[in-house]
């Protein structure tokens, strides 16, 4: 299609902007949309907002090379990848498809025959066919005949992006097989795990099963722990026998349940099927409690006593990445807050707090909380250095 680019991809954030890389290191021609001024800012000068290994030294490889430009808005394209945001409204637990409704408004104008959408946001179960074909078929365009659509959910580890979007499997849904195939195809310009056929609803379930899964064991474990809280009793090293049984494989209990994924992604099946949801949308609500529970355990430690300096470490979603989506970190320490506690924080990932180290930090608090626990703050608890002699220290 002459003056049409090979991919124009929409939402360039943790997951489109590293595909968006990875096409254009791969030699095709490669167009990239997003809405935030201040990232379109920061790609025209060549800076990654995203921090994440590997990803600048690929973009300014990228940039040489002169195959990737950055648009305002979409234009013709052979193809079009859809990676914008796709939150769940916080009452309603439903997911607010604005996002991915209007990106796919933004290309109708530029569809032409022959062209491929790729739809990669995470999804509801039928938002293929339900939502995306309608909007894609006001270009006059028949999906299946004249334009086809694919569903090619993402698994991606933050803190190892750039590996893993290239060895992971991925598994490629479309609305006919042919537009499977054809996705498969641009994805094998860079993926080396397997490109897994399939239709666009199993995609969208296999999407959905995938950190529904790791959500309810997560919910099992902590529900564990707090039993074996009543009990006054050790649920870790509970767990660890447990797990000696050659069948049985118990996670380990937490605060929650934080990031972009995990507390969204259950609800998206519950909303589409919610009488059979029963122990998703339970599993949900478990995990979303353990904040609530966590900052009671803490308030018992230091006795109620609000001028007990709490010294929490750690805020992230998980450890070792600098991300505070979702974090249940921040709910247990603005829930301290709230009620008047003297919450002292320290997170060497991030950069939060005013410490310029973590003995530094425990000099500073009477009872010290390892919420989540970088590789940093776990090797100096594990070390049990002097400094930490006589304070107090929960571990989650
Ligand atoms: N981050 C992860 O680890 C991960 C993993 C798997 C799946 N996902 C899913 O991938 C999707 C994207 O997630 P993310 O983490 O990359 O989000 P993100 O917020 O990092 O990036 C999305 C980008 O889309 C842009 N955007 C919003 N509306 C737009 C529009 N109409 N046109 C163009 N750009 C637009 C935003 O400005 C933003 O830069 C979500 O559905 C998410 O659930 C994320």
Not at 152 to 172: K, Q, S, T, W
Not at 203 to 230: H, M, P, Q, S
Not at 257 to 278: K, N, Q, R, T, Y
Request: glycine share 8%; with cysteine.
């Amino acid at each position: 299609m002459s003056g049409a680019r090979d991919v124009t991809i929409l939402g360039l954030g943790y997951v489109g902007f590293p595909i968006t890389l990875m096409l254009a290191k791969a030699g095709l021609d490669v167009a990239g949309v997003d809405i935030d001024r201040a990232k379109m800012d920061a790609f025209a000068k060549g800076e990654c907002p995203i921090n994440e290994p590997q990803l600048q030294d690929i973009f300014d490889d990228v940039l040489e090379k002169g195959s990737l430009s950055f648009l305002d808005t979409p234009g013709p394209s052979d193809a079009f990848l859809i990676a914008v945001p796709t939150p769940i409204h916080p009452v309603k637990k439903a997911a607010d498809l604005h996002a991915l409704q209007s990106a796919c408004e933004s290309i109708v104008p530029h569809l032409r025959p022959g062209n491929l959408v790729i739809v990669n946001s995470t999804i509801p179960l039928m938002c293929c066919r339900t939502v995306v074909k309608p909007i894609l078929e006001k270009s006059g365009l028949e999906l299946g005949k004249d334009i086809d659509l694919c569903y090619c959910p993402e698994r991606l580890y933050p803190g190892n992006i750039a590996h893993e979007i290239v060895h992971n499997d991925h598994i490629v849904g479309g609305y006919t097989a042919k537009a499977a195939e054809r996705a498969a195809a641009l994805y094998g310009n860079f993926v080396k795990g397997a490109l897994l056929q399939t239709d666009d609803l199993t995609a969208e379930f296999c999407k959905l099963i995938e950190n529904t899964y790791r959500d309810v064991n997560i919910a099992l474990a902590n529900e564990l722990d707090l039993i074996a809280g009543r009990f006054d009793t050790d649920i870790g090293h509970a767990i660890d026998l447990a797990n000696r049984h050659p069948r049985v494989n118990l996670l380990k209990p937490g605060i929650g349940v934080g990031g972009h994924c995990l507390p969204i992604d259950p609800w998206f099946i519950a909303e589409m099927a919610p009488e059979e949801s029963i122990l998703i949308s339970a599993a949900r609500r478990r995990n979303d409690s353990m904040p609530g529970n966590i900052a009671a355990r803490i308030r018992r430690a230091v006795k109620d006593n609000r001028n007990a300096r709490i010294g929490c470490a750690g805020v992230t979603y998980k450890p070792d990445v600098n991300d505070e989506r979702e974090s249940p970190a921040w709910e247990i320490i603005e829930e301290l807050q709230g009620e008047g506690y003297d919450v002292r924080i320290y997170d060497p990932v991030m950069g939060h707090g005013e410490y310029r180290d973590f003995e530094h930090f425990v000099s500073d608090a009477d009872v010290i909380v390892s919420l989540v626990e970088h590789a940093v703050i776990r090797e100096e608890l594990d070390r049990k250095p002097s400094y930490l002699d006589g304070k107090r220290v929960l571990r989650f």
